[in-house]
Nanobody
Framework: QVQLVESGGGLVQAGGSLRLSCAASGLTFSMYTSGWFRQAPGKEREFVGFIRWSSGITYYADSVKGRFTISRDNANNTVYLQMNSLKPEDTAVYYC?????????????????WGQGTQVTVSS
C-alpha cells in the first residue's frame, strides 16, 4: 500500500522560510517522479514543482522559481520542498504526489498517489 505523509507546514511571516517533507512508503522511488502541488481556498490545485528520482532533474512553476527548491533523501524515501522568500500568495494547502509517468509531469491527472496535504499560511 502506497502512503505519502507530508509534514512541516505552519504559519510564517512574509519573507520567511519553511521546509516541507514528504515521506513515502510502499513504492520504489527510483521509478517515480515526485511532485508538489498547492491549493488555495476557492482555487484549483496548481503545480509547484517536481523532481525525477532517476535523474534528479527538477522543474518549477514560474511563480516559485528561484524561491523554492525540491530535493530528496534516497535512503529515507523522502522528498523535500524548501520554500524561501515566502509571500502571502503562497498561502495554500501543499500536497506531495507521485507519478509513474515518464513525461514532463505538471498536471494533476498525471499523478497516481497523493498525500493528505499540509497547510502553509504566510502572513503579511
Amino acid at each position: 500500500q502506497v502512503q505519502l505523509v507530508e509534514s512541516g507546514g505552519g504559519l510564517v511571516q512574509a519573507g520567511g522560510s519553511l521546509r516541507l517533507s514528504c515521506a513515502a512508503s510502499g513504492l520504489t522511488f527510483s521509478m517515480y517522479t515526485s511532485g508538489w502541488f498547492r491549493q488555495a481556498p476557492g482555487k484549483e490545485r496548481e503545480f509547484v514543482g517536481f523532481i525525477r528520482w532517476s535523474s534528479g532533474i527538477t522543474y518549477y512553476a514560474d511563480s516559485v522559481k528561484g524561491r523554492f527548491t525540491i530535493s530528496r533523501d534516497n535512503a529515507n524515501n523522502t522528498v523535500y520542498l524548501q520554500m524561501n522568500s515566502l509571500k502571502p500568495e503562497d498561502t495554500a494547502v501543499y500536497y506531495c504526489a507521485e507519478s509513474r509517468g515518464s513525461g514532463w509531469s505538471t498536471r494533476v491527472h498525471e499523478y497516481d498517489y497523493w498525500g493528505q496535504g499540509t497547510q502553509v499560511t504566510v502572513s503579511s
